[in-house]
């Protein structure tokens, strides 16, 4: 596993700012050890993995590696929406089947409940709040993104959906700049560190053992597998890779995976305003873009404002840009500026930005790296991880351990979704069609008509949340 360059031990973000220093770092891997199991990467998706293995083998020795802190990668400095796969519901379809994809799309809505059940099992004050996703236009070009998925719910029989009048969704939202909407009901937002660090701390208890400021610099295939950091090594039976976008840099998955940006500001609080604009505090929104806007209210009844897709890391390496970048911190807060003028005079606080593991159509790569039954991965989240990784956790659990469950053979695995043009052409595609985007969103904000090539080029940028119109 190539090293990336070494990201800053606490990034801006809001969310582990809130959690800094409730639990003891572990200390660093030294000398050389053994497991039945080894876990790279301490996110959601690796203690996840890492505790479904405890519930279903309690005797296996269970070993997390991590090149930071538990919990500070992607999983603690994101959105905090906590969302099905519903709105993928046709590509799903694409992949692996209709009655899968229904299966897999209803396993994704009840990992929202799953989260909220583990949190008050464990005591875990993750500021979970069920209040739903509304899913919303703010230009008349994004008007009907959800038709066809609605369509396609009701064919089914299946309603996640709840429709809302244009007032509704304006009224519910705190502002007139939602043009259309609707709702997915059983949707939540939680505090996103502090749900990584209470699975941290339950990983700890059932006898996990975790090992941080471990950066695994490379790990041979063939069984056992040794693991080599700076200071030690791990001889392991079997291997799970989750590694979210640092997985880029391995062989194997380099044409799999796009790693991109996604950047957050948090304005001070403002309870206030908040009640004067009517926004429920509950709720996670979106607007409907291919850069997507996502916005919420904190505990403490700050906005926190994201938006997806604004820089795209050459061959993989996540540098210093994917935990802080003042010029598109300057474009989110110009966005939520333009959903919510009454915040203009608020200050920012706070702005952070994290790595996506963008896969070609936006499902995470479930397999067995170079089809090795001993070394599994899940990765390629792309902006959608913090329910699913529960689905991911059950997966790569029962991969690892070789059971032939219903996890364990989902038609995910090994599932090809296709791949990004080799490096450099992947770098300077995405340039290009990234900067078509921003074009053809910008004119399209002004409620213009964007250029024809700009909306060609723009058409070739892979779907996001949701599938495309
Ligand atoms: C800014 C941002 C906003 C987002 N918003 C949302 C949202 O609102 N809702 C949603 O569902 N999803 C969202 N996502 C995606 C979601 O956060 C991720 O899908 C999810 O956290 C993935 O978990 P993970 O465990 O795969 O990754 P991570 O939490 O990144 O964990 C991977 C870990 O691997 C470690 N690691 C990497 N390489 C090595 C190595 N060589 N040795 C040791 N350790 C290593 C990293 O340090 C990291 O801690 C967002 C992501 C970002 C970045």
Known sequence: MTPPPPTSSLPHSLWLQEIAGDQPDAPPLSGAITADVAIVGAGYVGLWTALRIKELEPACDVVVLEQGRAGYGASGRNGGFVLAWWPKLASLTRLIGPDEAVRLCQASEDAIAEIRDFCDTHNIDADFRQGGWLWTATSRAQFGAWDALLRLCARKGITPYQPLSPAEVAARSGSAAHLAGVMETKAAIVQPAALARGLRRVALERGVRLFEHTRIRRFTRGRPVTLVSDAGSVRTDRLVIATNGWAASLPELGTSLAVISSDLVATAPVPEILGRLGWERDLGITDSQ????????????????????????????????????????????????????????????????????????????????????????????????????????????????????????????????????????????????????????????????????????????????????
């Open 290 to 469: 291919t850069m997507v806007d996502y916005y919420r209210v904190s505990r403490d009844g700050r906005v926190v404002f994201g938006k997806g897709g604004w820089t795209i890391a050459l061959g993989g390496r996540i540098g210093a840009a994917f935990d802080h970048s003042p010029e598109r911190t300057a474009e989110v807060t110009a966005d939520l500026h333009r959903y919510y003028p009454a915040l203009a005079s608020v200050p920012v606080t706070h702005a952070w930005s994290g790595p996506i593991d963008r896969a070609p159509m936006g499902f995470p790569l479930f397999g067995r790296l170079g089809g090795r039954e001993h070394i599994v991965y899940g990765v390629g989240w792309s902006g959608n991880g913090v329910g699913p990784s529960v689905l991911g956790g059950k997966i790569l659990a029962s991969l690892a351990l070789g059971r032939r469950d219903e996890w364990g053979t989902t038609p995910l695995i090994d599932r090809s979704q296709g791949h990004f043009p080799p490096e450099p052409i992947r770098y300077l595609g995405a340039h290009l069609v990234r900067a078509a985007v921003v074009r053809k969103e910008r004119a399209e904000n002004r409620d213009e008509r964007p250029s024809w090539l700009a909306t060609r080029i723009a058409a070739l940028a892979p779907a996001g949340l949701e599938d495309k119109k």
